[in-house]
């Protein structure tokens, strides 16, 4: 019984030290990498990311940097694009479904910074400090030396660790 009490005590404690709270206020900060694939070339992306989920009675707003590096196909070399920016969402349960946008640079890959709209779904896992997602952004960026806008779109499974 003692064991069981310890271990109750224990997971009490892990659970909590993953969150700094005030009240209803809690900030949850979060790295992690995330797998997926960009369109219109349907290559696989694989980045980080970073997020400061700050939370209170279901409102949810976290700044946010993410980092994407599309493997290139055949003849074609990757290209890297990082985003900052903001998202903000409604926590329910665990579950945070949100939106956002953010300033998108590229990097070797012919294409002019840009705006970007993010969009996806977070879960924190009860107990363990970790979370699962699906994050996808839009853009479209125009190609270097045109007026021409490239429509894209990326998809990722995200998991990540809470601080």
């Known amino acids: 019984m003692k ?8 997971c009490s404690m892990v659970s909590s030290s993953f969150a700094i709270g005030i ?20 290559t696989s992306a694989l980045g980080g990311y970073a997020r400061a989920w700050l939370f209170g009675d279901g409102l949810t707003i976290a700044p ?9 196909k055949g003849d074609n070399k990757g290209w890297s694009n990082v985003q900052a920016g903001g998202l903000i969402g409604y926590r329910i349960f665990r579950f ?3 939106v956002g ?11 002019a910074d840009t705006t970007a709209l ?3 779904i977070y879960f924190d ?11 996808a952004s839009w853009q479209q960026p125009k190609v270097l030396g045109t ?6 779109h990326q998809i990722a499974l995200t998991l990540g660790l809470i601080f």
Do not use: C, H
């Open 3 to 10: 064991k069981l009490a310890a271990l109750a005590l224990l």
């Open 147 to 152: 007026d021409v806008r490239q429509s894209q």
């Open 23 to 42: 009240g209803n206020f809690k900030i949850n900060p979060e790295a992690g990498i995330s797998y997926g694939v960009a369109t219109p070339s349907n």
């Open 101 to 111: 946008a953010s300033y998108s640079g590229f990097s070797n890959a012919g294409y």
């Open 125 to 135: 896992i009860p107990i363990l400090p970790f979370s699962v997602g699906l994050d």
């Open 118 to 120: 993010n969009y996806g």
């Open 64 to 72: 946010m940097v993410k980092y994407n590096y599309m493997f290139g």
């Open 96 to 98: 945070t479904p949100y």
